[in-house]
């Protein structure tokens, strides 16, 4: 149970199944997050089209039923509730992965976010959370070019 809290917790930071992400997924988590993705595929009814812009990260004119995925995805990992991140779980399983400055980072970046639907609301901390893993990427990235020049 722990592990699969950690993994829900992963995935929710990185937003994305079999997609580059700041954190290595071992092949057990990711087969989960793949299981979990495939199911919120299923019950959003997203179409061939809708699943290719989400893997693309193509997040413009998303449909109601692109939106309600990142809703069902969040709550079924457990780190989405009434609307709410669970930001006592996201610190508690994420911050020994990540380092706790990432987290924090990343939730207060996300925290409070609110659409105009329950779907609206997890979309938009989807995008969010995309955008926070986007950015950690890119600073892991430059820590490595600026070590390297040293």
Same mark, same amino acid.
């Given at each position: 149970?722990?592990?699969?809290?950690?993994?829900?917790?992963?995935?929710? &930071?990185?937003?994305?199944?079999?997609?580059?992400?700041?954190?290595?997924?071992?092949?057990?988590?990711?087969? *989960?997050?793949? +299981?979990?993705?495939?199911?919120? &595929?299923?019950?959003?009814?997203?179409? +061939?089209?809708?699943?290719? #812009?989400?893997?693309? *990260?193509?997040?413009?004119?998303?449909?109601?039923?692109? #939106?309600?995925?990142?809703?069902?995805?969040?709550? *079924?990992?457990?780190?989405? /509730?009434?609307? +709410?991140?669970?930001?006592?779980?996201?610190?508690?399983?994420?911050?020994?992965?990540?380092?706790?400055?990432?987290?924090? #980072?990343?939730?207060?970046?996300?925290?409070?976010?609110?659409?105009?639907?329950?779907?609206?609301?997890?979309?938009?901390?989807?995008?969010?959370? +995309?955008?926070?893993?986007?950015?950690?990427?890119?600073?892991?990235?430059?820590? /490595?070019?600026?070590?390297?020049?040293?």
């Amino acid at each position: 149970m722990k592990a699969f809290i950690t993994l829900a917790v992963v995935c929710f &930071v990185a937003s994305a199944v079999a997609l580059v992400t700041p954190v290595d997924l071992n092949e057990e988590q990711q087969a *989960k997050a793949k +299981e979990i993705f495939d199911e919120c &595929v299923i019950q959003e009814k997203l179409t +061939e089209e809708e699943t290719t #812009k989400l893997r693309n *990260k193509d997040y413009a004119n998303p449909s109601q039923n692109l #939106k309600c995925f990142g809703t069902c995805f969040f709550e *079924k990992v457990g780190t989405l /509730k009434n609307d +709410e991140i669970q930001e006592d779980v996201v610190l508690e399983k994420l911050s020994p992965i990540i380092g706790e400055e990432k987290t924090k #980072k990343a939730l207060d970046k996300c925290r409070g976010i609110k659409g105009e639907d329950r779907c609206d609301t997890g979309f938009q901390i989807y995008q969010c959370f +995309e955008t926070a893993k986007a950015e950690m990427v890119e600073a892991e990235k430059v820590e /490595k070019v600026e070590k390297v020049e040293q």
